[in-house]
């Protein structure tokens, strides 16, 4: 009798934790507008932390050391961003005369593709009749409307966790000590948690937005050596985009070639600002980015695709850059909690002694 129990309490279990899987997948998804100022919030706190706690052994308080460092990284955001604004929007102004340079370029690898197209139109048309009534379109809101509407909801969710990331810093150690007194028996391990978690998340974005900055420059320059219109705005390109994993690369090569191509007189020609876009992409995330964040930092790849498409799944771009900071967080936890180790293990890019194999070791099983 206790071994059919026993089975049917795991079962029972392990429905219980699919279906809070389900309902936790859904109030994320529901909630996404709430809860990505609070992340990133958090995050930008992390980050700023060891920049306020330098400021405050200087002599400043706490909530005006905070403030001095939101401010200065807003005006420095908003600067650069003002900075590109007339060569974006000039280059904005051009896209139809690119598209339509785009297309004449590209029309002899599309023309009988076309002429496929245009046959079976016309044999639809003939077998459906010319008593067929005519098509009433209705035209959406147009693509510029929808990105601004989108770009201005972004920028309200980001102005808001850069005010709680200034309260959460401005407030000293009031938020830690809430949640140390939250653990009275474990304070000392849960404050060397904390401590980790603010060290391993400020190194890895600081780091990353260095990485960004060299990608960006060296693409500008790369760019300028070319002859190629506008270098600096494609490398604050490169800059912002890098911070979206996989598909931040994937963007700015499509975006450049599609550029290139209607620039250029020769499609070949036209091809090297992307190609060589695409290898120095490739260096930094093989070489670059691994050497500078160091072993304990670097994750596993098959974790981070997989995190990025859930959290892209579930929010979209705002959910791609919170995916590995994310990450980042749960793997400090998992290293500091001993029922968790394993999934620590399984997110670290670390080769585990025990899972060694000689190369010339037959597989198991054979």
């Keep these: 009798m206790p071994a059919p129990r026993s089975r049917d309490m795991a079962l029972i279990e392990g429905l219980l934790i699919g279906i809070f899987l389900i309902l936790l997948f859904g109030a994320v998804l529901i909630a996404r507008d709430v809860l990505f100022p609070i992340l990133f919030g958090l995050f930008l706190a992390l980050t700023l932390r060891p920049v306020v706690r330098a ?3 200087a002599g400043l308080p706490a909530p005006v050391a905070a403030f001095l460092v939101i401010a200065t990284l807003a005006a420095a955001i908003a600067g650069f961003f003002y900075s590109l604004s007339g060569v974006l929007s000039d280059w904005v102004a051009q896209i139809p005369q690119m598209v339509a340079e785009l297309r004449w370029k590209l029309e002899a690898l599309f023309s009988s593709v076309k002429e496929m197209h245009d046959a079976t139109r016309e044999v639809e048309q003939i077998a459906q009749g010319a008593s067929t009534a005519p098509e009433v379109r209705t035209d959406g809101p147009g693509i510029l409307s929808t990105l601004l509407g989108k770009t201005a ?4 969710s980001i102005a808001i966790g850069a005010i709680l990331a200034m309260l959460i810093l401005g407030s000293g150690d009031l938020v830690l000590l809430k949640i140390l007194n939250a653990f009275p028996r474990d304070r000392d391990h849960v404050r060397k948690v904390i ?5 391993r998340i400020s190194r890895y974005l600081l780091s990353i937005t260095l990485i960004n900055i060299g990608l960006g420059a060296v693409l500008a320059g790369y760019l300028w050596l070319l002859g190629f219109p506008d270098p600096l705005l494609w490398g604050a390109a490169a800059f912002v985009l890098n911070y979206l994993p996989y598909l931040g690369g994937i963007i700015g090569v499509l975006l450049l070639g599609v550029y290139g191509l209607s620039y250029y007189p020769d499609v070949a020609t036209g091809l090297v600002p992307p190609l060589g876009y695409a290898a120095l992409t490739a260096l ?7 050497w500078l964040l160091g072993r304990r930092l670097e994750l596993n790849t098959v974790a981070v695709f997989l995190t990025v498409l859930v959290w892209g799944w579930l929010w979209g771009i705002p959910g791609m850059l919170m995916a590995v900071p994310f990450l980042v967080l749960l793997k400090v936890i998992c290293d ?3 029922e968790l180790h394993l999934l620590g293990g399984f997110l670290s890019a670390e080769r585990d002694p025990r899972d060694a194999r000689p190369a010339h070791a037959a597989p198991p099983g054979d």
Excluded: H, K, Y
Excluded at 284 to 290: A, L
């Design 153 to 156: 909801n972004f920028g309200s």
């Design 55 to 57: 400021l405050c052994r």
């Design 336 to 338: 500091n909690v001993a």
């Design 195 to 199: 401590f980790d978690i603010e060290a």
């Design 284 to 290: 930094e995330g093989q070489i670059v980015t691994p």
